[in-house]
């Protein structure tokens, strides 16, 4: 009996959808295409190295279990990689892997106009004393809950914040205090929550406003003699946004009229969101009375997204600026901007005024020169070379050795932690890595990277060895 391809791959993705993150499932398992079943052998073609190997990482042994499960227990795996775009396009592209091997498709040309069109947020110097239903909420709809991308990193905040926005004041998240390093989405996240909120209760006056800007009202308001109005206006706020608190940090003029501001809101069942990008314990400078109200309700941190979340906002990005972009540069840029997503936006879109600019179409050469320069202060990538000659100088073994295919034990170990440097600290595919320590393939690399992982967990000595081998080679 004959299995139709379709069928045993929709099957197959029925039951990883089950098995991983949603969003994994569409970074990693969405693109891929089934594209033959001949006998126990089945062949998916996935868009990039990068991606093939992305997939023997993590996701094998799920691969493995379903196709088993599906096929019978001798299936087998076949990659069928789409040729990266580059001038050597027309070599066919093999990669192994320990039974079979898999050829490439084609190269993809890609090279989209582009319409950056930023959004400014509107600044309206709010007039105390306006009637309730005319405050201008300040909310730019680009940062709704729709364009903000989920992942580990903001699970938590994220969720806290759509319960928020279902039923403000009405949670135990009150308030709700974001907090983490610059660009990795607090704004965002308060406006998303204001944007939600004015869409589910049209009735209920939402604003946001900067601890800056708060601030300067508050001293205005003293210099024109109306402070009391500037409270009143900021008590009848039903749902207050106040964005980067630290800013309040040595002012205690304005820490005091926050907090009697605070108070009232909060005692009136009025929903307080604030943002910081620090937790409360960290915030110097603060009134001891209000960092404790900052505790009252929910603290919940962004934290800096992992590779999955960073392509996946990048996706979005370009799919909203009706751009497309090949898949390996997007992988580039995700793989080289890593702590902070508003640079991560801000490469993408300077590639494409590049691009344009130069009517040039973007390739991965391209991105490279440009992030080169972008990213001026992320540290330099070091070789695989230098790698290899750090580790023997620490072990004192001649580096001939290490590139040779000799199986004496300490040689073996050295070469496996030269392996796992280069995975961690170059851009290198794991099988370039092994070409480069005694012609291995890409499996043994995967394994030398999982036994010094393991090792690192269970073995002290060893893991002085790595630390000390990890400060040598980021001092670079
Ligand atoms: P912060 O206020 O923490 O410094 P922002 O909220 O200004 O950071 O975010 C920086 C940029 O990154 C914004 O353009 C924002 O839209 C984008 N961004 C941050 N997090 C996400 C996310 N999870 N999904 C999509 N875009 C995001
Ligand atoms: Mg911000």
Known sequence: ????????????????????????????????????LKSNILTIQVPSQFFYEW??????????KTIRKEIGPDAKLEYSIIMENNKNSSNPYTVKIPTTDKRAIKNRPVAMPLDISSNPIRNPFIIPGLRKVNVDSNLNPNYSFENFVEGDCNRLARSAGYAVAEKPGGTAFNPLLIYGGVG??????????????????????????????????FIDSVKNNNTNDFIHFYQMIDVLLIDDVQFFAGKEKTQDVFFHIFNHLHQTGKQLVLTSDKPPVELQGMEQRLLSRFKWGLSADLQVPDLETRIAI????????GIELPKEVIEYLAYSISTNIRELEGALISLIAQSSLNKKSITLDLAKQMIDKFVKNTAREVSIEYIQKV??????????????????????????????????????????????CGGKDHATVLHACRTVNNLADTDKTFRRYLDDLEKKLSLQ
């Open 1 to 36: 009996m004959s299995k139709n391809l379709e069928n045993v791959w929709s099957n197959c993705l029925e039951v990883i959808k089950d098995n991983v993150p949603l969003q994994a499932f569409k970074t990693w398992f969405a693109p891929i295409k089934a594209v033959k």
């Open 55 to 64: 997939l023997e990482e993590h996701y094998i042994e799920l691969l493995k």
């Open 184 to 217: 990795l989405g607090k704004t965002h996240l308060s406006h998303a929550i204001g944007i939600s909120i004015k869409n589910r209760f049209p009735n209920k006056t939402v604003l946001y406003v900067s601890s800056e800007k708060f601030t300067h009202q």
């Open 314 to 321: 990048l996706q979005k990005k370009m799919y909203q600026d």
């Open 391 to 436: 580790v023997c100088d620490y072990f004192d073994l001649p580096i001939e050795l290490m590139k040779s295919k000799t199986r004496k034990r300490e040689v073996v170990q050295a070469r496996q932690i030269a392996m796992y440097f280069s995975k961690k600290m170059t851009k290198s595919s794991l099988a370039n890595i092994g070409m480069h």
